[in-house]
C-alpha cells in the first residue's frame, strides 16, 4: 500500500519518504562519519521520532519493491499538481531510483521536486540524468556544506549560516512559520541554487563546533 506523508511545512503538497540517515549512503564521508549538513539533520529529530511518522517510512522501505509499486505511485498522484520526494531518506538503491524515474515519466501533470546526494556514486548518472531531462522534473543536488558551498550541478541546494551564496535563491519558510507559504522556488528548474539558512537547535551546534575548529 502506497503510504505518503503531507506536511503543514510543505503547504500540505504529498511526499514520499524513508527514515533518514539509514537510506541516506551518501550522508557520510570516507572515514564513515557524517558530512556537516547531515549532522544537523531536521529529520533525525522532534516529529520525525514519533512512531506515526516512523511507520510509514519504514513500510515504504519494503512497499516499493511491489511490482505494482509504479502503478500505483501513478494512481496516488493523480490529482497532485506538485509532489516532494524524500522529505527525509533518499534513493539509496539504483532499482529504487529507476521506478522513481518510471512514476515521473507517467505523471507529467505534476512537478516532482527530488532533493538527493546519490549524485556522488557514479552507478546513479544515468538515471538521474534521465530524470533531469523531464521537463516535470527538478533533482537538486544537496551540497554538504554548512557554509553555502555549492556543487556542480543543473539544480542544487545548500545550507549557509553568514551571508546568503552568490546567486542562490534564499528560503524565506523560516519566515513563514516553517511554511512554504505558496512559494514553489524548489520545484522551478530556472532556480538553479535554493539555499537555506541554518536553523534548529541541532544544526546550531554543529555550526558552533566548526566555528571553533576554523
Ligand atoms: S525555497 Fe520555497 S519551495 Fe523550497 S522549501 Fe523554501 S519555501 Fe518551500
Known amino acids: ?4 506523508s ?3 511545512k ?3 503538497i504529498l511526499s514520499w519518504s524513508l527514515q533518514a540517515l539509514e537510506t541516506c549512503p551518501a550522508s557520510k564521508n570516507k572515514d564513515g562519519s557524517l558530512v556537516d549538513a547531515c549532522k544537523g539533520c531536521y529529520a533525525t529529530t522532534g516529529n520525525y521520532n514519533f512512531p506515526n511518522v516512523k511507520a510509514p517510512r519504514i513500510h515504504n522501505r519494503e512497499d516499493w519493491k511491489r511490482d ?3 502503478s500505483d505511485m501513478v494512481k496516488a498522484l493523480d490529482s497532485s499538481r ?3 520526494w524524500f522529505d527525509s531518506g533518499d534513493m539509496y538503491d539504483l532499482s529504487l531510483a529507476n521506478k522513481i524515474l518510471a512514476v515521473m515519466q507517467l505523471t507529467p501533470w505534476v512537478k516532482h521536486w527530488m532533493p538527493t546526494r546519490m549524485h556522488k556514486f557514479i552507478k546513479f548518472q544515468h538515471t538521474i540524468d534521465a530524470m533531469q531531462e523531464l521537463p516535470n522534473v527538478v533533482v537538486r543536488f544537496s551540497s554538504d556544506s554548512v ?3 555549492t556543487i556542480p550541478g543543473l539544480t542544487t541546494s545548500t545550507i549557509f549560516s553568514d551571508s546568503l551564496p552568490t ?3 534564499e528560503c524565506k519558510a523560516y519566515q513563514h512559520d516553517g511554511k512554504c507559504n505558496g512559494c514553489r522556488a524548489c520545484y522551478d528548474k530556472s532556480v538553479s541554487v535554493i539555499a537555506y539558512k541554518a536553523h534548529g537547535v541541532k544544526m546550531g551546534k554543529v555550526i558552533k563546533i566548526l566555528a ?3
Open 82 to 84: 506538485y509532489f516532494r
Open 10 to 12: 510543505l503547504d500540505g
Open 6 to 8: 503531507k506536511t503543514s
Open 212 to 214: 571553533v575548529k576554523g
Open 68 to 70: 505494482d509499486w509504479i
Open 1 to 4: 500500500m502506497i503510504k505518503l
Open 167 to 169: 546567486g542562490a535563491v
Open 147 to 149: 557554509d553555502g558551498k
